[in-house]
């Protein structure tokens, strides 16, 4: 990384890791943005820019012979430039991402790289500044291959050295209740599965006959109860889909009802797959697909719930709330809840680690910070995107 100090000393250019493109290397696309500044320029990115490309080769070797300075239309400037000596022209682009890109005519693997890995960089406050070599054709136009971007960041020297914060916003999106719930049933589905486990396997239950204890009694106490604690847990989250304060985790935002989340639903899987290139819609809350695998697991946590507790009114098929349950047992058959009871748990077994690669993937490809949002309650959302609910 390299720094360029205005003569005012209070703006500070910072040029980030080049990202080339099209088998160049980062030193030859340093250069080529360098070689793209206009002639006698004092700004402080070009003039970042040529002290950095001038250490990694002599710019006096190049001489600029025209300059189309930067089109706000176009979003971008040409330079046209030839090396000492030789009469061979080649035309430099610089300018935004999208405008560069759009000029170069990338296909959606290059847009979608290059749009990622500027994403990575504007999270630390760097803004890509793209560049293209373009060739006169004989037939006339240009030819324009895209080289690259480099990240700039702006920071301002005070009494001691600040960043300048990035574009970004806090969004509040899941209360502490919520956090807690979230953390409480993860623990309580990982006791009812392993205790469900050695419970099914009756192995604890021969351990016990050998050495006379009550090890089997113990993991159904321990699994009942923890069945209880998921039951209230269950009910507390049901009254936050209508009664939460933050709209991100009403029940609307939950359940894919409105129109324009079904429509984006195929999208999202498609992102979600790696099977499209282009950006997909972003939400602040739950995206559709996230939608309807939670309205799908929550179905299958209440099934659990049912299943569990008919099975468990079976030791007290008198009592005013079990009679009914009971009527459970005796209309599916006892065998066949106790199938449906157990099928549930390797549901949720299996969803598991779907959901972390999920999360893990929204925060590593997206950048949109789904797993640290679980944890403080929050998101860094980005100035500009346009989000489905915001």
Known sequence: ?????????????????????????????????????????????????????????????????????????????????????????????????????????????????????????????????????????????????????????????QSRRVEEPGAFRYVPVWDWQLRFLHWLAVLLIAVLSVTGILMGSGRPAYAGARESSFLFGYLRFIHFAAGWFLLATALIRIAGLFLASNRYQRWDALFPVKPRDLRNLLTVGQNYLFCRFDRGPHYIGHNPLQQVAYTAIYGVGMLALLTGFALYALYAPDHWLFRHLVRIDTLVGVQYVRLAHLLTMWIFLAFIPIHVYLAIRADTVEREGAISSIISGGRWCRRGTSFEDG
């Open 1 to 157: 990384m390299s720094e360029h100090e205005t003569p005012e000393g209070d703006i500070r250019i910072e040029l980030g890791d080049p990202a080339p493109f099209a088998g160049e290397k980062k030193r030859e696309l340093l250069v080529a943005a360098a070689l793209g500044a206009p002639f006698g320029t004092t700004d402080p990115a070009d003039l970042a820019l040529l002290g950095a490309a001038s250490r990694k080769e002599d710019l006096r070797h190049y001489e600029q012979t025209g300059y189309a300075p930067l089109d706000p239309g176009l979003n971008y400037s040409i330079a046209r430039v030839r090396r000492a000596g030789t009469a061979r022209e080649e035309l430099i682009a610089r300018g935004g991402l999208n405008s560069i890109l759009y000029l170069c005519r990338a296909d959606e693997s290059t847009r979608y790289r290059a749009e990622m890995e500027a994403g990575e960089r504007m999270v630390h406050g760097f803004r890509p500044l793209a560049v293209a070599h373009g060739e006169p054709l004989s037939e006339g136009g240009e030819k324009w291959t895209f080289l690259g971007f480099v990240p700039l960041r702006a920071t301002r020297e």
